[in-house]
């Protein structure tokens, strides 16, 4: 009964690989996002969708390309991958795309090492 | 600029001893504010939220924040610590409607026996 999920928990992967990381909520919820916290614990906004469509699309670089199936799902893809990429990736769900109003849901994290 | 200050990056406690922890914000708009808890390992869990109305909110596990419009600050305090309350702390702000939450860089609390 996990509100938001996340896999994988742990990804070691080699530089210039490209992996995935996959999002599901069943909450009901309209609107998912990927936040990129770093060493430092710093949590940077990437990407956030609204039932499918792309609302924020940060300063990320073009390496990083999300997928919304459905507004259940959010998954996150990365090519050539950089040690500089390494980090805790967090997926969030809210119930709508006026975040502010209801808070955030947070998936449990994907800890990414690239080598 | 729109940010969140958490000033105290390590917290250090005895269990029982009484908990406060620091968060300034700067925003342009009436604030909507939040605080998180991480436990580690874990995702961020919302411990509570102040949108407008009594500025002294309540939270889960114990926890209560106070909003001071005047001081900009919304600082999270618990009268008696656990040592379960062991985690990572983040402040968060946003504006009402809007769409993304800003975070500060957290304050990690350790509490000793």
């Known amino acids: 009964d996990t509100a938001v999920s996340q896999t994988p928990k742990y990804l070691v992967t080699q530089m210039g690989n490209d992996k995935s990381i996959k999002c599901e909520q069943n909450l009901g919820h309209d609107t998912m996002y990927w936040y990129k916290q770093d060493s430092k614990k710093f949590l940077k906004i990437m990407f956030s969708y609204n039932n499918k469509e792309l609302i924020i699309n940060e300063t990320v670089p073009n390496r990083f390309s999300p997928k919304s199936p459905d507004k259940a799902h959010l998954n996150l893809h990365i090519n050539s991958l950089e040690l500089g990429d390494s980090a805790v990736y967090f997926c969030a769900s809210s119930l709508s795309d006026r975040a502010a109003n209801y808070g955030y849901t947070f998936g449990s994290g994907t800890r990414l090492t690239v080598v | 600029a729109q940010s969140v200050t958490q000033p105290d990056i390590h917290i250090t406690v005895s269990e029982g001893a009484s908990l406060e922890l620091r968060c300034n914000y700067s925003?342009?708009?009436?604030?909507?504010l939040f605080w998180y808890v991480q436990s580690p390992g874990q995702g961020l869990q919302l411990l509570l939220k102040y949108f407008s109305g009594d500025t002294l909110v309540q939270g889960i596990k114990g926890f209560e924040a106070e909003f001071k419009r005047s001081q900009s600050s919304f600082n999270l305090r618990k009268p008696s610590v656990h040592w379960s309350d062991a985690a990572e702390y983040f402040c968060a702000v946003g504006g009402r409607n809007t769409d993304k939450l800003i975070f500060g860089t957290g304050t990690r609390l350790q509490v000793f026996p």
């Open positions: 925003y342009g708009a009436t604030p909507y």
